[in-house]
């Protein structure tokens, strides 16, 4: 069985930011969620975003020297309002050492008798610390949205491609989009409309 994590926050986190939720009725939504097993989820109601990072956190390894508390690995999940994830974010150190795992990174310390949770970040000369209520709200059973069925057809997509795919869309107005796939090798086609005018994109796969 894998070692469960604690809370890990880096630059990467910030992946999954873009699919937290905006509506105030759901609070939940507007959390991220820090898994055992390692796994930071976001979800806005519409889609999802599944990050997990390279590798497993050592903890054994972390500075604790500078923190009072011992570093305390999840054993259930967490939600943390995006908005103190974020800050944490802004906090990490932005010139480190490569490969350093100890300045790039940041671990849940200790859940307080307050019910606190406190984040620890450190460059080997100083230490700061962040304090975040977690939230109590149900989140969604994202697994249930997952699909577990073989996929019919697998297409890769170059990210530069598709950035210019979304910046055509954007250009002309488009709030949606129609996307044709027939097979992994043959070209996928875009068709939109926007305000005043539509596209039709054709886009060669990749390999990946």
């Not at 999840?74 to 974010?89: F, Y």
Request: charged share 15%.
């Amino acid at each position: 069985m894998a070692q469960t994590q604690p809370i890990r926050i880096t630059k990467q986190t910030g992946a999954v930011l873009p699919w937290v939720g905006d509506d105030t009725t759901r609070y939940a939504l507007q959390t991220v969620r820090f898994d055992p097993d390692g796994r930071t989820v976001a979800c806005n109601g519409a889609g999802l975003c599944l990050l997990r990072h390279s590798g497993d956190f050592a903890v054994e390894d972390y500075p604790t020297a500078f923190f009072p508390v011992q570093i305390a690995p999840l054993t259930a999940p967490v939600l943390l309002p995006a908005d103190n994830v974020a800050q944490v974010m802004k906090a990490i150190p932005k010139h480190v050492k490569r490969g350093s795992l100890l300045t790039s990174q940041n671990a849940v310390q200790v859940v307080n008798s307050n019910g606190h949770i406190t984040i620890g970040i450190t460059d080997l000369s100083t230490a700061q610390t962040f304090e975040i209520q977690p939230s109590d709200a149900t989140y969604p059973d994202i697994e249930r949205v997952i699909p577990m069925e073989a996929p019919t057809v697998t297409i890769g997509i170059s990210v530069a491609y598709l950035s210019a795919v979304v910046e055509s869309l954007k250009t002309i107005g488009a709030k949606t989009v129609a996307l044709s796939v027939t097979d992994s090798l043959k070209a996928m086609v875009w068709d939109a409309k926007g305000d005043d005018a539509n596209v039709k994109i054709v886009l060669m796969p990749v390999r990946v």
